[in-house]
């Protein structure tokens, strides 16, 4: 693969000015977006990232419009025959264009969706840079809902797309294969045993809160601090019934709570 500064001269000799500094923003952000991503056990190759976003929009050196991505790849695969950098520039518009969409936009009929998580993270930067300046995801619906109609399945698939990144930065791959672990479990009471002798659980990670009187907030005890005790639970000398249990805890993410019952 090309390196940084390759990359940096080939889209300062094929792009003007505004498209330069944009590019080199999102690839910063792109850059530090994909790091954490790393550091949260996810498989991201972060100097991809950060080179592929330097090139996203070099298809703006022949147009602005949304045929910029297929130009870009055309631009890429002819100057460098990459095709991983080249389908970054393809599918990076939005949040994707389906196959349908793509058709009424008058492009080769096919899907243009992000597929891997390193395009993912440079559609998500670039959706959320305008210019050199990050906005919040509002003004990116905001923007997109001008341009496109309140129900166009683009701004749906944005917002789709900021949530997937943003779990991926606030839940590591083990917490969520953790959490994972617990969806089909529906009562309290399976849920108290699988932490008690799932192997691959430290009973230590988990916490419990329940209702103590009938208003007031939540109490929290440990799980260490409990004792199943059949349907309830002993905490030091009381007995707490199972179903005053609210939520359950894996450090603060919730495993399972009442409302999905
Ligand atoms: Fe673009």
Redesign the pocket.
Known sequence: MVSRDEALSLLRENSEDSVFEHSLAVSVKAKSIAGKTRENGYDVDVNFVEIAAIL??I??SKTHGIR??IE?AEIILKLLGDEKLAGV?ER??GAGITKSEAKALGLPEKDYLPETLEEKIIAHT?NLTFGTETVSIDKVTEKFEKRLGRDHPSVKRILELNNFIENLLSTTKQEAKTIEGFGKEVMEKDVLNKIKWDKQLNPKDFSIRYIDRTSGPLKQVKYTDIEINGDFMKIDDSMIPMHRIREIRYGDKVVWNKRRV
């Open positions: 996203h929009d298809g703006r910029h991505g870009g520039c990076h518009i670039d």
